[in-house]
């Protein structure tokens, strides 16, 4: 079992910064890819940004490429979101996730092992 915690959501204006973190306790997700999700109030869960076990290789939503970075540190069991130019549709929920694959595989919900709680973004215009 994998144990998802996320921090450093809150408040912020549009066109600011916020930077979430995402540790992982239990078994360590070191060989797994991991990723972001959000959620908004009324909206189904979407895919974020996700990137491989080594770090190698990212993918991201078009709504926040150029926008939104995702990183890790495996010493750590950690991985960040360096979020930038926020707007006022990146309110959500964000959610920190263990996917079922390293190197190679779909970055939808599906395929998903262990989800974090959540911690909230809200973006003022």
């Known amino acids: 079992q994998v144990q998802l915690v996320e921090s450093g959501g809150g408040l912020v204006q549009a066109g600011g910064s916020l930077r979430l973190s995402c540790v992982a306790s239990g078994a360590t997700p070191s060989t797994y890819a991991m990723g972001w999700f959000r959620q908004a109030p009324g909206k189904e869960r979407e895919f974020v940004t996700a990137i491989t076990w080594n770090g190698r290789s990212i993918y991201s939503a078009d709504s926040v490429k150029e926008r939104f970075m995702i990183s890790r540190d495996n010493a750590k069991n950690s991985i960040y979101l360096q979020m930038d130019s926020l707007k006022s549709d990146d309110t959500a929920v964000y959610y920190c996730?263990?996917?079922?694959?390293?190197?190679?595989?779909?970055?939808?919900?599906?395929?998903?092992?262990?989800w974090g709680k959540g911690t909230l973004v809200t973006v003022s215009s």
């Open positions: 996730a263990v996917y079922q694959w390293g190197h190679a595989g779909a970055v939808g919900a599906g395929a998903v092992l262990y």
